[in-house]
């Protein structure tokens, strides 16, 4: 067997100083303490990593607010029937606090059938019950909703785990939903996340609306620092030239507990057989023993002599066989016993709300575009066990059909993407900053338009360097007359532009009917999305909306066509799509002045690229950057936090800190981040 090859990684090292995981009086982790903290207000946002001990801190908030705050109901709402578990019974009185968590059987729908003609009536049964609490998955929420109305919700708490779900999908109805009941502003709504982005990078809450919510935020780097055995976190990338198959072999370590998360079958890296690449992993691995009849695991034999026990969620052929395999990786034993499973082989499973607590690797294969599947996967190894002191996420990509250098912008762009997600920042897709092309048109003070200067007889496009935005002028466009159609396009073109493209009528029309005149779905469809999404606007406003939708869309695939080398149809061959994924986010983290590359090496017949070490001080300096960004003060209003701070210091040994859950200490330390910022920026020029 290939010895495994040392693969470019980015680091991170923590204290491992157990604070994380000891409990109060009341049986509470810290990130379960400080939600607790705030357990009075009407809408609360929890912004916290896998494993953290969300669904507790659920149950310690609920149970509050049902005894002491006149709640009638807790609903708490899931994305899928497996992840209802966590919310089981809990008997909480034993470890010190007031009260259990019960759930009678018949209302956790996620495992009962509904006993009243199906999973909706079943809610409505609950809400005339005498019980206090229901589980269930978010699409029997969204149909009882539907079904009968906002209003039997009153004097409710509506719990969402997994909240990027809301947003996923612009036309999913939960996001609707939870507007509704905001608005009527009768029920109270506990929001839960462990990674605060959306796949396709668009913001999960406007701002206007999470400003509505009171923020409970715990940090990856918070969390991981306070476990008692993980201290060691690492990043890595590796690039190869031939199928991924004969390169496998090479990052994986077949002693370590690995899930392996196999590419698409419509994806590049994919040999469109993913039966035979499972078999090929088993093969590469040692020799078939047969399958375990009790588990339905793959038993092989190493070179070493040892046996492994592989779970392969891949084959699909035998529901029976799935099944079993399936629940087999639900028994206690995957928690109580390491030896329970090896190796788990996966293809869309095994990712959000899996948890294997000795998983030490997640190797996945092809690149991943959506930043939210990265955070999940990650998530999957960062479960503190005993003897579980170092834990990696590798990343098989197919190398890139483009310049190094361009590969490498790319790859330092994601590592500070995967920074800010350490630090439950969000991660914004890019602006489009369109302007109407007049007679009194001209250049805007920071940007470049190229050797000929601003030409005031065309539409001109400036590039501003400093903060990677476009100008870009358009003859005849309509501009936004009121302030919410002025900041939707300049904040939510995404939303309206994703909306477009997953629209059934648009995909049927554009993909099989050749006749289709382009202005009927630039127009009549473009148009009516926008009037359904945005009905308050007048038709100035929407008609503003749709021309910037549209020339933001051209203007993206237009960009596809040039970075990958294709400006017809005739297809280039080769892959951009590591370069094209990162800019779906990487016009916010680019105005981050950080370097994460350390050094770019051989790497067998393609190249490494190296990371800097992520260290505790570097994920404080990438925070303060961030915040730095996001913060406005005046110099004086900066200086006097400062001043506060050195203060705080003296008094406390130590900074403020900008995740600390007291507001007045995190606005000191915005103000040092602030001073600082402007001091690199002076620095600079």
Same mark, same amino acid.
């Given at each position: 067997?290939?010895?495994?090859?040392?693969?470019?990684?980015?680091? $991170?090292?923590?204290?491992?100083?157990?604070?994380?995981?000891? +409990?109060?009086?009341?049986?509470?982790?810290?990130?379960?303490?400080?939600?607790?903290?705030?357990?009075?207000?009407?809408?609360?946002?929890?912004?916290?990593?896998?494993?953290?001990?969300?669904? #507790?801190? &659920?149950? @310690?908030?609920?149970?509050? *607010?049902?005894?002491?705050?006149? $709640? *009638?109901?807790?609903?708490?709402?899931?994305?899928?029937?497996?992840?209802?578990?966590?919310?089981?019974?809990?008997?909480?009185? !034993?470890?010190?606090?007031?009260?259990?968590?019960?759930?009678?059987?018949?209302?956790?729908?996620?495992?009962?059938?509904?006993?009243?003609?199906?999973?909706?009536?079943?809610?409505?049964?609950?809400?005339?019950?005498?019980?206090?609490?229901?589980?269930?998955?978010?699409?029997?929420?969204?149909?009882?909703?539907?079904?009968?109305?906002?209003?039997?919700?009153?004097?409710?708490?509506?719990?969402?785990?997994?909240?990027?779900?809301?947003?996923?999908?612009?036309?999913?109805?939960?996001?609707?939903?939870?507007?509704?009941?905001?608005?009527?502003?009768?029920?109270?709504?506990?929001?839960?996340?462990?990674?605060?982005?959306?796949?396709?990078?668009?913001?999960?809450?406007?701002?206007?609306?999470?400003?509505?919510?009171?923020?409970?935020?715990?940090?990856?780097?918070?969390?991981?620092?306070?476990?008692?055995?993980?201290?060691?976190?690492?990043?890595?990338?590796?690039?190869?030239?031939?199928?991924?198959?004969?390169?496998?072999?090479?990052?994986?370590?077949?002693?370590?507990?690995?899930?392996?998360?196999?590419?698409?079958?419509?994806?590049?890296?994919?040999?469109?057989?993913?039966?035979?690449?499972?078999?090929?992993?088993?093969?590469?691995?040692?020799?078939?023993?047969?399958?375990?009849?009790?588990?339905?695991?793959?038993?092989?034999? =190493?070179?070493?002599?040892?046996?492994? *026990?592989?779970?392969?969620?891949?084959?699909?052929?035998?529901?029976?066989?799935?099944?079993?395999?399936?629940?087999?990786?639900? &028994?206690?034993?995957?928690?109580?016993?390491?030896?329970?499973?090896?190796?788990? %082989?996966?293809?869309?499973?095994?990712?959000?709300?899996?948890?294997?607590?000795?998983?030490?690797?997640?190797?996945?294969?092809? /690149?991943?575009?959506?930043?939210?599947?990265?955070?999940?996967?990650?998530?999957?190894?960062? #479960?503190?066990?005993?003897?579980?002191?170092?834990?990696? @996420?590798?990343?098989? %990509?197919?190398?890139?059909?483009?310049?190094?250098?361009?590969?490498?912008?790319?790859?330092?762009? =994601?590592?500070?993407?995967?920074?800010?997600?350490?630090?439950?920042?969000?991660?914004?897709?890019?602006?489009?900053?369109?302007?109407?092309?007049?007679?009194?048109?001209?250049?805007?003070?920071?940007?470049?338009?190229?050797?000929?200067? /601003?030409?005031?007889?065309?539409?001109?496009?400036?590039?501003?360097?400093?903060?990677?935005?476009?100008?870009?002028?358009?003859?005849?466009?309509?501009?936004?007359?009121?302030? !919410?159609?002025?900041?939707?396009?300049?904040?939510?073109?995404?939303?309206?532009?994703?909306?477009?493209?997953?629209?059934?009528?648009?995909?049927?029309?554009?993909?099989?009917?050749?006749?289709?005149?382009?202005?009927?779905?630039?127009?009549?469809?473009?148009?009516? %999305?926008?009037?359904?999404?945005?009905?308050?606007? !007048?038709?100035?406003?929407?008609?503003?909306?749709?021309?910037?939708?549209?020339?933001?869309?051209?203007?993206?695939?237009?960009? *596809?066509?040039?970075?990958?080398?294709?400006?017809?149809?005739?297809?280039?061959?080769?892959?951009?799509?590591?370069?094209?994924?990162?800019?779906?986010?990487?016009?916010?983290? #680019?105005?981050?002045?950080?370097?994460?590359?350390?050094? %770019?090496?051989?790497?067998?017949?393609?190249?490494?690229?190296?990371?800097?070490?992520?260290?505790?001080? +570097?994920?404080?300096?990438?925070?303060?950057?961030?915040?730095?960004? #996001?913060?406005?003060?005046?110099?004086?209003?900066?200086?006097?936090?400062?001043?506060?701070?050195?203060?705080?210091?003296?008094?406390?040994?130590?900074?403020?800190?900008? =995740?600390?859950?007291?507001?007045?200490?995190?606005?000191?330390?915005?103000?040092?981040?602030?001073?600082?910022?402007?001091?690199?920026?002076?620095?600079?020029?």
């Amino acid at each position: 067997m290939t010895k495994p090859k040392s693969i470019p990684s980015v680091s $991170v090292n923590y204290a491992q100083n157990g604070s994380s995981t000891k +409990s109060n009086e009341f049986g509470m982790r810290v990130m379960q303490e400080r939600a607790f903290e705030k357990r009075g207000e009407q809408y609360l946002l929890i912004k916290s990593p896998p494993a953290s001990g969300k669904s #507790r801190a &659920l149950m @310690f908030v609920a149970l509050d *607010k049902l005894n002491n705050q006149g $709640v *009638k109901k807790a609903i708490v709402t899931v994305p899928e029937k497996s992840i209802g578990s966590s919310f089981n019974n809990e008997p909480l009185s !034993d470890f010190g606090f007031h009260w259990d968590w019960v759930v009678e059987p018949k209302w956790n729908l996620c495992n009962a059938p509904g006993e009243h003609g199906g999973k909706a009536n079943s809610v409505k049964a609950f809400l005339e019950s005498d019980d206090a609490v229901l589980v269930c998955p978010h699409a029997t929420f969204r149909n009882a909703v539907e079904k009968f109305g906002i209003e039997g919700f009153d004097d409710c708490l509506i719990a969402i785990d997994e909240f990027h779900h809301v947003s996923a999908d612009p036309d999913s109805k939960l996001g609707n939903h939870l507007g509704q009941l905001i608005a009527r502003d009768k029920v109270h709504v506990v929001a839960m996340t462990g990674s605060y982005f959306r796949g396709d990078a668009v913001p999960i809450l406007a701002p206007e609306d999470e400003a509505k919510f009171d923020t409970v935020t715990y940090t990856y780097y918070e969390q991981l620092n306070g476990y008692e055995y993980l201290k060691k976190l690492d990043i890595g990338y590796y690039f190869y030239s031939d199928a991924y198959s004969d390169s496998i072999l090479e990052v994986l370590d077949p002693n370590e507990k690995t899930i392996i998360h196999i590419p698409n079958v419509m994806s590049r890296e994919s040999t469109k057989d993913k039966y035979k690449e499972v078999e090929h992993i088993i093969h590469e691995l040692g020799d078939w023993q047969g399958v375990d009849p009790d588990t339905g695991f793959h038993l092989v034999k =190493t070179s070493e002599g040892r046996t492994l *026990k592989i779970a392969d969620l891949v084959d699909d052929s035998d529901p029976k066989k799935r099944e079993q395999v399936q629940n087999s990786l639900k &028994l206690p034993e995957m928690k109580s016993n390491r030896d329970h499973v090896d190796m788990i %082989i996966a293809l869309g499973m095994a990712k959000e709300g899996f948890d294997w607590i000795w998983c030490e690797h997640a190797l996945t294969v092809g /690149y991943r575009s959506s930043l939210t599947e990265i955070i999940q996967i990650i998530g999957r190894a960062t #479960r503190d066990a005993k003897g579980k002191t170092h834990a990696r @996420f590798t990343n098989l %990509i197919a190398e890139p059909d483009a310049s190094e250098e361009a590969v490498t912008e790319a790859v330092n762009d =994601t590592l500070k993407a995967i920074a800010a997600s350490l630090l439950m920042e969000q991660v914004l897709a890019p602006r489009f900053n369109f302007t109407p092309k007049t007679q009194q048109s001209g250049p805007v003070e920071g940007f470049d338009y190229g050797e000929g200067g /601003y030409d005031p007889k065309k539409s001109n496009v400036g590039f501003n360097e400093d903060t990677g935005h476009f100008q870009i002028e358009i003859k005849g466009l309509t501009e936004p007359k009121s302030a !919410d159609a002025q900041r939707i396009c300049e904040q939510d073109l995404n939303e309206v532009i994703t909306a477009f493209v997953q629209d059934k009528t648009t995909i049927e029309q554009g993909l099989f009917n050749d006749e289709m005149i382009p202005e009927e779905l630039t127009q009549v469809r473009m148009g009516k %999305i926008v009037k359904d999404k945005y009905p308050e606007l !007048d038709e100035e406003d929407q008609e503003a909306v749709r021309q910037h939708a549209v020339a933001a869309l051209n203007l993206t695939q237009k960009a *596809k066509e040039i970075s990958s080398g294709n400006d017809s149809d005739v297809d280039m061959g080769g892959s951009t799509a590591l370069i094209d994924g990162v800019r779906q986010y990487a016009l916010s983290v #680019r105005d981050l002045e950080m370097d994460l590359i350390d050094s %770019i090496n051989p790497f067998g017949e393609a190249y490494a690229i190296l990371a800097k070490t992520m260290s505790e001080d +570097s994920l404080k300096q990438v925070a303060a950057v961030i915040s730095a960004k #996001r913060v406005n003060l005046t110099h004086e209003e900066a200086r006097g936090l400062a001043m506060r701070a050195l203060k705080f210091k003296q008094e406390r040994g130590r900074l403020p800190s900008l =995740t600390s859950a007291d507001a007045w200490e995190k606005r000191m330390a915005e103000g040092v981040a602030f001073l600082a910022r402007m001091k690199a920026e002076a620095a600079n020029g």
